[in-house]
């Protein structure tokens, strides 16, 4: 019997230590099925606690069939539990000595390449992150994002039920509408699926385009995201080199026949290449010739610094090989995870299905509030003063490293997205330069982890949209500070 009293130290309350108690010595029969337990008021008295705090306990464990009443006589111990002691442990269940089976797709999870990490250790002295993609959040959308959701008070029933696999219908119709102006995407809504973020348009295009062993081609070096989507499906990951002017077809290995490629053609990740025209007619010609399909991340097109926006690469498309994908996460924020996917009409059924069983649909909530986003103009207004205020960032960030890093890195300005690259001195390692930037507290990515070999020469990607310039004027004199010290 629980005869110590629950401690006072400990963070659970005390009925809630009772009740663990009492439950560990009925598993292991220290009490056994039948037996009479003291009475409340007894129990109280002898742990010095109050009688509620052992109601309490008593309460949950006859809740829960641990203990039973009998009219008139007291507690007692059930009778029907389980046969001889029941093993149970105070703590977290043991981690398994031996390893346990997991599925081939179990394992291929678990070695996908993730994300670049983040690289700056605990400890390091007042991190100032360069990390690219991050975009900037402040008060002014934070406003205009509460107006928008204000402005659904009276929340329509439906929207707190399930809704359709494909997502909300008025999102759906905006995102079209917005795509066909701003895009140049031809599409019916109908085509446009709202998912949770790109990767699960990435994930969702991997289950349903590739079997195990089917070739995949990336971009190389390119998005980690890609490559660890078709790892999971089990395909082989084929990488065509970048050249001047995106993706090289004519190095793609030879046989290869690739039955999917990913590409970013508005600003090659990450190295910031824009596809000219004729080679998205050379793109889009292979993949009609060889039945491949196209994944066209166009994740930060909206931030075109010089020069006409480019159209996508999906509204030159007259045969219904592009699967086009583009994300919320860098226009609005990326805790939203919201994101959309255009598919050719024969795909929207085995993607409608693979998403339901995925996750039925994107929270229904926070569609309704982008669509009225959308719809009220506020995102246009939203991309126009950050495309203002990233390209005063980007030439703020060049000077910068212009005046401190000069003799030691190269930096050129890009027309569009929401990094740049610091090309380092010809033999350095980007890997080791950047984790011994990171130990300063400056956080950059090395060109080398989105490359299957290793790049003739070394960069570190330096994300400027989230940092303020004074911030980013600091985050460069560290980063100078460490590059010096570091032998290469
Ligand atoms: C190339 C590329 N595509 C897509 C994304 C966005 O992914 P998500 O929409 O899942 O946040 C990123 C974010 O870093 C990216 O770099």
Known sequence: MASNRPADSSTEPLHRQLYTRLREDILARRLAPGSKLPSTRALAQDLRLSRNTVLGAYDQLLAEGYLECRQGSGTYVAQALPEGPVKTTAGL???????????????????????????????????????????????????????????????????????????????????????????????????????????QALDLASRVLLDPGDPAAVEEPGYLGAKGAYAAAGAKIVPVPIDEAGIALDRMPKGARPRVVYVTPSFQYPLGVTMPLPRRLALLDWASRTGAWILEDDYDSEYRYAGRPIE???????????????????????????????????????????????????????????????????????????????????????????????????????????????????????????????????????????????????????????????????????????????KG
């Open 93 to 199: 269940p043991k981690k398994s000595r031996a390893p346990r089976h997991v599925s081939k797709r179990g394992r291929l999870l678990a070695r996908t390449p993730l994300m670049a990490p983040h690289e700056i250790p605990p400890g390091a002295p007042d991190p100032i992150s360069f990390r690219p993609g991050v975009p900037a959040v402040d008060a002014a959308l934070l406003k205009e994002w509460k107006r928008a959701s204000r402005r659904l008070d009276r929340l329509p029933g439906r929207l707190l039920g399930y809704g359709p696999p494909e997502g909300h219908e008025t999102l759906r119709r905006a995102v079209a509408a917005y795509l066909a102006t701003a895009r140049g995407v031809r599409c019916s809504y109908e085509q446009v699926l709202i998912v949770n973020g790109s990767q």
């Open 312 to 486: 996508a690469l999906q509204g030159l498309d007259e045969d219904g090989r592009v699967i086009y994908m583009g994300t919320f996460s860098k226009t609005v924020f990326p805790g939203l995870r919201l994101a959309f996917v255009v598919v050719p009409p024969d795909l929207i059924e085995p993607f409608a299905g693979a998403r339901r069983l995925c996750d039925h649909h994107s929270p229904a909530f926070e569609q309704a509030v982008l669509a009225q986003f959308l719809e009220d103009g506020r995102f246009v207004r939203h991309l126009k003063r950050m495309r203002a205020m990233y390209r005063r960032r980007q030439e703020a960030l060049i000077a910068a490293v212009r005046e401190r890093l000069g003799g030691l890195v190269e930096i050129r300005p890009a027309d569009a997205g929401m990094h740049v690259l610091a090309w380092l001195p010809p033999g350095w390692d980007d890997v080791r330069a950047a984790t011994h930037a990171a130990r300063a507290g400056i956080e950059t990515l090395a060109l080398s982890r989105f490359c299957l070999r290793k790049p003739a020469r070394g960069a570190l990607l330096l994300g400027y949209t989230a940092l303020e310039e004074p911030r980013m004027r600091e985050g460069v004199r560290r980063l100078a500070a460490a590059l010096q010290t570091f």
